[in-house]
């Protein structure tokens, strides 16, 4: 007789079918004739340490440029708290171990924002693995964290190049005098300084101990609620500030090194900033410019001059403007990422902007245009947004906020061959009711993004996306949402935010992302009902808590109903801690072993209520919903409702056939409303992503010979 190790994967499918036939998905394995059983999970674990042994297949192999790639994106680098996650991974192994405390530009960021026990130690290693290389240094002036770690940064001050100074009470009335650092010392290496809610003469007196900088103390104005500057070989390229005035503006001008411009006018239409002071006629060679709160009349003497930009954001933009400023993106020529934010006070209509500019075509990859308006969905783009994309035949992303599209503007949008990423926020589509839906004809679109109105989704389809994400950004009463094949044929990954939809024919989708209770909990049991459907599905991303009977009744039916191409689920994605019991049994799962579990019963939200409804048991609600309860104390001792009247069924059928019904009276009393139940809702505890997959059955293997 062939050994279990010897199994092929035909004979892993021809055992698993026997196993089906026999198996009441009840987590009780009795009924299954045990030396079949534990020979299928031996034949299982052969098959899986065989194909994982495959070099072919092993990170391992991986060039250190493509692994440190990726440990970059798993750890976050760059982000708050991001150095205790590499950490954790150089328990990977040894070759990630070396890697990660070698590679010095990992540990090049020091953010001291939080006054953590291990604060003094953590530094002290981060500045000892940054090497020589140079240091970004992020830090509340005059706080305690500052003083308690200036003896560790003071030896290091020399290899700063980005300084990051934050005022912690956002108040710049006086000025810094008890700063370790700021503003007496010098940063002999610094390039980039960036800080916020600093009083100006602070950063005045700073300058004049720095070579490099002090020639720019003049550009300094107001209360410099932001600045951002940055040096090239002692000469400015980069300038972020708020201005007050024309005047300074133009002394910016002067600066004939700046290459990247960021003017923040005030926040009041008052002083001298609406009055141009002398006209310029001298051509600006700024590549990048974001111009935030200023008058048009100066915007536009400023951007009529620029002929090299290659970035331009411009925020709070009179929408009667629009006219003047399509005649100078045309002659924009270099631009490539243009973000535009319109206002209008009132329902007039915008003049018509002239059509003669049709012939231009720009370089424009990028566009995001968006409305603020006191009146409710003004449609104040209907002229500017079908001139941008006929002088943009390059678009490759395109953002649209707060405006309203119809059949003509999705034309223009179909010819955009090169288009690649879509988002409609807070859209609204104005195409007749029962209108056929629009099918995007755009060749190369790969992700469409939209939030807000359900009539955006149910407008729009597209042969070619292979990413969709919806979210209302209210919830909203509708008719049932339905995502077929049929109008989105390539869709591979769906992320969802609402808390209803239907899903037919998604032969192509690989990953599903669901939040919201409802969405997860109809979800699952629609897919526990229908196991064939989303047959390629891989990833289940859940970001609030399924009802776990149902969850694990779907992955075994997906695992041993052995439809022809119907794939079981390999990986799953939840956005806090589950119980150990649970995660083992899962992944053993996902790892395609048959085996003894938790009952049905005691995993389901009624099996729990007895603890949940006890008051002297602690936890809130969202911990006793993943049966892994904290210790937050209940709020009072008289939960609202009883337990419910409908017995918990003993066969799988009737356990699916029944849930609508039992969920209901369940979810009542785990979510009674606001104030009515005796637990805090959350108690925030245990966030963060946890994946569980195949390969989390290691540690838990349980059929060694």
Not at 376 to 384: A, H, K, L, M
Not at 456 to 470: E, F
Not at 663 to 690: A, W
């Amino acid at each position: 007789m062939q050994h279990p190790e010897q199994f092929t994967g035909d004979q892993i499918l021809f055992t698993r079918s026997h196993i089906a036939r026999f198996y009441n998905y009840s987590g009780d394995t009795s009924s299954v004739d045990t030396d079949i059983l534990r020979d299928y999970n031996l034949g299982v674990e052969s098959l899986a340490r065989v194909r994982d042994k495959d070099p072919r297949r092993s990170i391992e192999r991986l060039p250190n440029e493509i692994l440190i790639a990726i440990i970059q994106k798993a750890a976050w680098v760059g982000y708050r708290g991001y150095h205790r996650e590499l950490l954790v991974l150089t328990l990977v192994n040894h070759r990630w171990a070396q890697l990660i405390l070698q590679t010095q530009s990992f540990w090049s960021r020091i953010s001291l924002e939080e006054n953590t026990e291990d604060l003094e130690a953590m530094t002290a290693v981060i500045l000892e693995l940054s090497g020589d290389c140079s240091l970004d240094l992020t830090y509340c002036a005059e706080s305690d964290i500052i003083r308690k770690v200036a003896h560790l940064i003071q030896p290091h001050i020399h290899r700063v190049a980005h300084l990051q100074l934050l005022w912690q009470y956002h108040n710049p009335a006086r000025n810094l005098t008890t700063d370790p650092f700021f503003p007496h010392t010098v940063f002999p290496s610094l390039r980039e300084i960036t800080t916020h809610y600093i009083p100006p003469e602070s950063i005045l007196l700073w300058f004049l101990h720095h070579k490099a900088w002090s020639p720019y103390n003049y550009v300094i104005e107001g209360d410099c609620f932001y600045i951002n500057l940055k040096v090239r070989e002692e000469s400015l390229v980069s300038f972020h500030s708020n201005m007050l005035s024309m005047a300074a503006v133009q002394r910016l001008e002067d600066i004939m090194t700046l290459q990247d411009v960021g003017i923040f006018g005030p926040y009041e239409a008052s002083g001298d900033s609406s009055i141009i002071i002398e006209e310029r006629r001298h051509l600006l060679g700024w590549e990048k410019l974001f111009i935030s709160n200023f008058p048009w009349k100066g915007v536009r003497g400023i951007l009529g001059r620029c002929t090299a930009l290659v970035s331009l954001t411009l925020m709070n933009i009179d929408k009667t403007a629009t006219p003047e400023l399509v005649e100078i993106l045309s002659r924009l020529i270099f631009l490539e990422d243009l973000s535009i934010d319109l206002y209008g006070h009132t329902a007039l209509e915008t003049s018509a902007i002239s059509s003669g500019h049709d012939n231009y075509k720009t370089r424009i990859r990028t566009i995001n245009l968006s409305l603020t308006s006191d009146i409710s969905n003004v449609e104040i783009t209907g002229d500017i947004l079908p001139l941008l994309l006929r002088m943009s035949p390059r678009l490759e992303s395109l953002s649209l906020t707060r405006c309203r599209a119809n059949k003509l503007d999705f034309a223009e949008i179909d010819k955009l061959k090169d288009l690649r990423k879509l988002q409609l926020d807070g859209c609204e589509s104005t195409f007749e009711p029962n209108t056929t839906r629009h099918i995007l004809a755009c060749p190369k679109l790969e992700m469409v993004w939209i939030a807000g109105s359900i009539d955006a989704l149910n407008s729009l389809g597209s042969t070619s996306t292979s990413k969709l994400d919806y979210g209302p950004l209210m919830m909203e009463s509708s008719p049932i949402i339905e995502i077929t094949g049929r109008d989105w044929p390539s869709l591979r990954s769906l992320s969802l935010h609402m808390n209803s939809v239907m899903v037919y024919d998604l032969d192509a989708l690989r990953q599903l992302s669901l939040s919201r209770q409802p969405l997860v909990t109809d979800m699952i049991h629609y897919l526990a009902m229908h196991p064939n459907e989303l047959p390629l599905l891989e990833t289940l991303i859940l970001q609030t808590c399924p009802e776990w009977d149902i969850l694990f009744i779907l992955l075994e039916k997906r695992l041993l109903t052995q439809t022809q191409g119907v794939k079981p689920i390999e990986n799953l994605i939840f956005h806090r801690l589950i119980p150990k019991r649970i995660k083992h049994s899962l992944a053993l799962l996902l790892a395609g072993h048959v085996v003894s579990r938790p009952s049905n019963y005691e995993l389901s939200m009624q099996g729990n209520l007895g603890i949940f409804l006890d008051a002297d048991i602690p936890g809130c609600v969202e911990c006793h919903r993943y049966l892994y309860p904290c210790e937050l104390k209940v709020l009072h001792t008289s939960p609202v409702w009883s337990e419910p009247t409908i017995d918990y069924p003993s066969g799988v059928d009737e356990i699916l056939r029944t849930w609508d019904i039992r969920y209901v009276q369940v979810e009542h009393i785990y979510n009674p409303g606001y104030d009515l139940s005796h637990r805090k809702f959350d108690c925030g505890r245990f966030g963060g992503l946890l994946e569980v997959s195949r390969y989390s059955a290691e540690d838990c293997l349980l059929f060694k010979q």
